[in-house]
C-alpha cells in the first residue's frame, strides 16, 4: 500500500523513500509514478507531456533542498527551470538526473577510475582475508571454538564482498554509477550526513574495518549505536592495551548524558516503536536503580527487559510475515529454523515447507540461536547477546559475582539495552519504510 496521494508538490519523507527506490525506472515511468503518487485526484493529465513538463519544473521550485546546498546544484536547478516546456523530452529526461544527482555522462567519465579502485578494493579484501584465515588457524589451535565459528563466518562475508566486486569488473558501469552517487551524496550533504564516501562509494572499506579478526575480541563491539569516529576511537584505545573496564569508564566520561534520564527517555520511544508494548514502568525501575546506584539492580532490570524485548520483536515479525516462532493450542512453542551461513530458512527437502524445532527451554538465547533473529541483527550484537551477554546474565543472576566489578557489568547491561533498542527500532523502520515503496 502507499499512502493516499497529497495532491500537492512537496515531497514527504515517505515520497522520497519512493524516488530513491524508483529512480532506476525509465525517465518517463519514473515522472508518471510520481505524479500518480502525489496527485490521485487525476487533477494531472498523464498522458499530456506538456502538463507533465510543467509539473516536474513546479516539483523542483517546491522542493529546493537539496539543490541549494551548493553552487554546482544551484546552477543545475536554474539552468532546468529555464527548459523550455516544448523540449519535453529533455525536461523529463533532467528530471530525473537532477533528482538523481548526476548525469549518465558523469558515470561514463569515472569509468577509468573505477577499474583502479576495483583493483584496489580487491586487494584490501585478499588482505583481510589471509589475516582472517591465519587468526582461525591460531584460534583452532587453542581450541577457541566460538571464536572460530565467528571468524568462519567473517571469511564467509569477505569471500561474498570479493565474488561481488569481481561481478563489477566484469561490469563496470555499475560500480561508474555508484560512485557518481557517492559524489553527488557528498555533494549535497556533505562527508558526515553522506551513506558513502566518494573513496569508499562501495562500503568495501566500510566493510574490512568490520571483519578485523581483533574486532572478534573487542569487548565493545556491539556498540553499533554509538558514532563511527567514537566506536574507531574505542576500539583504538582496546587495540592500544586498554581494558574492558577502561574502555566502559572512558566511554561514559566522554559521553555524559549517556546513562542519563534523557538517555533512558530517549529509549522509551524507541522501545515503544519496536515492541508495540508500553514498557514505561520497568524503564522508570530501570532508572531508579541506576540513579540510586544499585548496580546489580539495575543489570537484573536491563537485562530482563533485553529478554523481553527479543520476545516482542519476535512476535512483531511473525505479524510481518517473517516468521520467528509459532505457538501451539498446547502451548507448546515451535522456532522456524534459520540457515545462519546461508541466510535463508531452513526448509523440508525437494518442498518449500519450513522446518521447525520444539522449543525446549523457551529462552530468548534459543530465539537468537535457532532463528532468523540472527540474521537481521547487527551481526556483533547477536555475538554479544549470544555470547558474553547470557554469560554474564547466568552469573549475575545466580549470584556468582566473584571477581566481578558489577559496577560496570551495569554500565554495560544498559548499553547493551541501548543497542538493541537501537537496532530494532532501525529494523522496524526500514520494514515499514518497504510499504511506502509499493504503488
Not at 583504538?236 to 559521553?255: Q, T
Request: proline share 3%; aromatic share 12%; net charge negative.
Amino acid at each position: 500500500m502507499r499512502p493516499i496521494g497529497q495532491n500537492d508538490y512537496r515531497f514527504s519523507v515517505q515520497d522520497e523513500i519512493w524516488i530513491e527506490s524508483h529512480i532506476h525506472l525509465s525517465q518517463i515511468d519514473f515522472l508518471k509514478g510520481l505524479v500518480e503518487r502525489k496527485f490521485d485526484d487525476g487533477s494531472i493529465p498523464l498522458s499530456s507531456n506538456f502538463s507533465l513538463v510543467v509539473t516536474a519544473q513546479r516539483f523542483i521550485t517546491e522542493n529546493p533542498y537539496p539543490f541549494d546546498q551548493n553552487d554546482y546544484d544551484r546552477n543545475w536547478r536554474n539552468a532546468f527551470l529555464r527548459l523550455p516546456v516544448e523540449n519535453s523530452d529533455e525536461v523529463i529526461s533532467e528530471f530525473q538526473f537532477l533528482l538523481r544527482g548526476y548525469k549518465d555522462v558523469d558515470a561514463q567519465q569515472l569509468l577509468h577510475s573505477v577499474t583502479d579502485d576495483l583493483t584496489r578494493f580487491r586487494d584490501l579484501i585478499d588482505n583481510r582475508i589471509v589475516a582472517t584465515e591465519q587468526a582461525i588457524s591460531q584460534a583452532e589451535s587453542i581450541n577457541r571454538t566460538k571464536r572460530v565459528e565467528r571468524l568462519h563466518f567473517n571469511l564467509y562475508e569477505l569471500k561474498g564482498v570479493r565474488e561481488s566486486i569481481n561481478k563489477l569488473h566484469r561490469f563496470p558501469h555499475i560500480a561508474a554509477h555508484r560512485k557518481a552517487l557517492a559524489i553527488a551524496l557528498v555533494r549535497r550533504f556533505g562527508t558526515k550526513t553522506a551513506f558513502f564516501s566518494e573513496k569508499d562509494y562501495l562500503g568495501v572499506e566500510s566493510k574490512i574495518r568490520r571483519f578485523d579478526p581483533k574486532l572478534v575480541d573487542f569487548p565493545l563491539r556491539f556498540l553499533g549505536f554509538l558514532p563511527n569516529s567514537e566506536y574507531q576511537r574505542l576500539f583504538r584505545l582496546w587495540g592500544n592495551g586498554a581494558s574492558r573496564s577502561e574502555l566502559l569508564r572512558d566511554l561514559v566520561s566522554d559521553n555524559s548524558d549517556l546513562l542519563e534520564e534523557e538517555s533512558f527517555n530517549e529509549a522509551y520511544t524507541k522501545i515503544a516503536l519496536a515492541s508495540h508494548k508500553s514498557r514505561s514502568g520497568q524503564l522508570n525501575e530501570l532508572y531508579t536503580c541506576w540513579t540510586n546506584s544499585c548496580p546489580l539492580s539495575t543489570c537484573l532490570v536491563a537485562m530482563t527487559i533485553v529478554e523481553g524485548i527479543l520476545w516482542d520483536f519476535s512476535a512483531y515479525l511473525n505479524s510481518r510475515d517473517m516468521p520467528i516462532f509459532r505457538t501451539e493450542e498446547n502451548g507448546h512453542i515451535y522456532y522456524y529454523l534459520w540457515e545462519r551461513k546461508k541466510q535463508r530458512y531452513k526448509t523440508i527437502p525437494n518442498s518449500s515447507d519450513l522446518v521447525v524445532k520444539r522449543a525446549s527451554h523457551r529462552t530468548a538465547r534459543e530465539l537468537l540461536e535457532h532463528t532468523r533473529l540472527s540474521g537481521l541483527l547487527y551481526r556483533e550484537l547477536f555475538y554479544y547477546l549470544y555470547d558474553d551477554f547470557y554469560l554474564d546474565r547466568n552469573n549475575i543472576s545466580h549470584g556468582n559475582l566473584a571477581d566481578r566489578n558489577i559496577e560496570e557489568d551495569a554500565i554495560a547491561s544498559v548499553l547493551c539495552l541501548y543497542a538493541l533498542i537501537d537496532n530494532i527500532a532501525s529494523i522496524i523502520h526500514d520494514l515499514d519504510d518497504k510499504s511506502f515503496t509499493e504503488i
